[in-house]
């Protein structure tokens, strides 16, 4: 028997899957009409076109809004904003990779298998000691696996040395990544931050230009961190620097990785410690200076021993005076040490500092110690000519040809 409940639903309509109004000139129409404004709601669309086929033929009939509607949705002519001016190529290209390449969320499996770095501009602005206002920007990195967030920091700025600052911090809260993802900003591709990722065995990896989404575990977290934490200090008058990194510390550490993550149902310090742990104890604090730097090649200057890094003269110890080409490691913003490394190991010889011209004028020098093997002996050579000048005349002489010119007569 026929069921009943079947018998008395709705019926599929006699036109489902077909269209009787649309028709390939009208879809020519709307795709023309589409590729030369793409910013364009479906409505304006719809109302758009049924001008132009009003000025074409009356008599034809004119497409809803549904149906207009519906042929742009399963052609993907969704509504795109409206292009920037003075729009780059990059801009343009990172658009066109958006629309014609797939979108994937990724998850890596192991904790500290990949870290998200990233800088943040708060929304509400803080006062320093002399009255002068700013708007502070967060550094924050967070752990790919578990959400963790291992270290936050309030800077005033978004340079190299805020950048380093932070995340030396938070390697040696959590140990050495595997890889570290970032954006292409000015700090993040500056020589002594890839550098240091290189030395301590980080594979960084960068976003395509002009595409946020692929660091989006990071853009989900300042959501979270405005709509809790900026919002329960918007009363607070007036704000520090101070307290605001005092307040950031406390909710992340007993509010943010202790709560349940919606993404991975559990909170990020749980899945921490219940996830394999794949991240490398981190060097002390001095090597770390020291392995965030850039490394040049500087000519020592024979008159006083000195090298010049970015216009400041540093002392080379005296059993380094014998090498003319030295190879040097120095940060850009630190001007107070720098050190010298080998070239061939990469690794560190000793630490050098600025000339202390106020103590050289005391007028005291030390005797330069010389080894025994560099000690010249007393004896000199007994001929008046040297040996390369002896043996040229004697070759010469043995051609038997006389002199190759003509006396004067002047002796």
Request: glycine share 6%.
């Amino acid at each position: 028997a026929q069921d009943p409940i079947i018998a008395l639903g709705r019926k599929v309509r006699s036109d489902y899957g077909g269209s009787i109004v649309f028709t390939p000139e009208f879809i020519r129409m709307l795709g023309r009409q589409y590729r030369t404004y793409q910013a364009w709601s479906c409505k304006l669309h719809a109302d758009n076109l049924a001008a132009e086929i009003q000025e074409k033929n009356d008599a034809v009939p004119i497409p809803s809004y549904a149906s207009v509607r519906r042929r742009m949705v399963e052609r993907g002519w969704n509504k795109k904003t409206s292009p920037k001016k003075n729009q780059t190529a990059g801009m343009e290209a990172a658009a066109q990779r958006f629309e014609s390449h797939e979108i994937r969320g990724y998850e890596t499996e192991y904790v500290h298998s990949l870290w998200h770095l990233d800088f943040h501009v708060c929304s509400l602005r803080v006062v320093d000691a002399d009255g002068h206002w700013h708007t502070p920007k967060a550094l924050c990195i967070l752990d790919d696996h578990s959400r963790l967030c291992c270290h936050i920091q309030w800077y005033l700025g978004e340079t190299t040395q805020d950048l380093i600052h932070g995340l030396t911090q938070a390697f040696f809260k959590r140990g050495l990544p595997r890889s570290l993802m970032t954006d292409n900003g000015a700090a993040m591709t500056s020589h002594e931050f890839c550098n240091g990722l290189k030395k301590s065995g980080i594979l960084h990896e960068t976003t395509l230009p002009y595409s946020p989404y692929q660091n989006g575990k990071q853009e989900a977290f300042w959501g979270t961190l405005e709509g809790r934490l900026m919002a329960m200090l918007t009363r607070v008058d007036p704000l520090t620097l101070e307290y605001l990194n005092q307040s950031s510390q406390a909710w992340i550490e007993m509010e943010y990785n202790k709560t349940k993550h919606s993404d991975i149902g559990t909170s990020p310090v749980q899945r921490m410690i219940e996830s394999k742990d794949v991240s490398r104890p981190a060097s002390d604090e001095e090597q770390m200076r020291f392995i965030f730097t850039v490394c040049e090649s500087r000519k020592q200057r024979k008159s006083d021993g000195t090298v010049s890094i970015n216009g400041v003269r540093f002392e080379i110890p005296s059993r380094f005076h014998h090498i003319t080409q030295l190879y040097v490691c120095f940060a850009n913003w630190d001007k107070s040490m720098a050190w010298l490394m080998d070239q061939r190991t990469g690794k560190k010889i000793t630490s050098i500092y600025p000339q202390d011209k106020i103590k050289n004028a005391s007028g005291k020098r030390k005797i330069r110690s010389r080894p025994e093997h560099t000690v010249l002996p007393n004896e000199t050579l007994k001929e008046s000519e040297p040996a390369l000048l002896r043996k040229l005349m004697a070759e010469y002489a043995q051609n038997g040809m006389p002199p190759a010119y003509l006396p004067k007569g002047e002796s």
